[in-house]
């Protein structure tokens, strides 16, 4: 059956450009925070990826057929202002109740500016396939090597929770995706909802395996500038209550974006699929 792995929603963003004292004053702190975090440019970054999930699963699953149609389908899909409305409206539920300073504090610091720059400046590098692919291959290196910067980058990884969530937001994207794709008539005779998820949960191990592989060569590529103080810095900062309320609400935010977008996607396959059987 299909598997269609959703892009890893990391919990570490992009910086548009520094925020002057006055500017962050005459907005409300959740879209302070928003921009500190590069949530616009991440969001742009997310929807060329999610064009080129889309000519995948028109080539994968679509068997080449839907043409400039399915293409306009996942343009929609993927509208970048309707992903940056869900980001940010979640992330301001989740956080009502938090302090946004220390979170916005950290992140339009020197230090936390340059962090966020070198991150978006790496997600939008994976955009090429070839750097994606020696950039995996240098941390397969790293490992053989037993590489102590790998061991700090995965202390990262494990301080932030980074590669259980995103394994659970890509297997509920999965489960949304075939719910779509059921709903549209898109799959071969009646599922139930616990064979979906049964079906789902198999892929598990293939997509821990996956996640951690793309979390830390994508992660090494991105810290390679900065010092082992800087990231433990980084790190210390997600083991406070600031950075522990970040995190759950970035991951609860990319999570909904994710799941309404693959549900989207199994819909419209679904159409094209009944489509071409009639």
């Known amino acids: 059956m299909l598997r269609f792995l959703a892009a890893a929603a990391l919990s570490v963003l992009s910086v548009l450009a520094p925020l002057t004292a006055a500017r962050a004053q005459s907005v409300a702190p959740i879209d302070t925070l928003y921009r500190a975090l590069g949530l616009p440019e991440i969001v742009e970054i997310m929807r060329e990826e999610g064009l ?3 000519a995948d699963m028109r ?3 679509l068997g080449g057929a839907g043409g400039a149609r399915w293409d306009a389908l996942v343009s929609a899909i993927y509208d970048a202002d309707r ?5 940010r409206s979640r992330m301001d539920i989740v956080l009502a109740a938090e302090d946004l300073a220390p979170m916005i504090a950290f992140f339009t610091s020197d230090l936390g500016q340059e962090i966020i720059a070198l991150e978006v400046s790496a997600r939008r590098a994976f955009l090429e396939p070839d750097i ?3 950039s995996k291959d240098a941390v397969a290196r790293m490992a053989a090597d037993q590489d102590a910067r790998l061991t700090l980058i995965e202390a990262l990884t494990d301080k932030a929770d980074l590669i259980d969530s995103n394994v ?6 999965n489960f949304a995706f075939y719910t779509g794709l059921a709903e549209g008539g898109g799959l071969p005779g009646a599922l139930t909802e616990e064979e979906i998820l049964a079906d789902v ?8 395996s996956d996640t951690t592989e793309w979390l830390l060569s994508y992660l090494t590529l991105a810290y390679a500038p900065l010092s082992d103080a800087e990231l433990n810095a980084y790190i210390a900062f997600f083991e406070t209550d600031a950075g522990v309320a970040l995190n759950e609400a970035i991951f609860a935010a990319f999570d909904e974006m994710f799941v309404d977008i693959s549900r989207a996607l199994g819909q419209a396959a679904a159409g094209f699929m009944v489509g071409e059987e009639l």
């Open 52 to 54: 080129g999930h889309g």
């Open 59 to 61: 080539a994968d699953l």
């Open 83 to 87: 992903m940056a409305d869900t980001l």
């Open 132 to 134: 994606e692919q020696a």
């Open 168 to 173: 659970v937001g890509a297997l509920n994207s």
């Open 201 to 208: 949960w198999s892929q598990e191990p293939d997509i821990r």
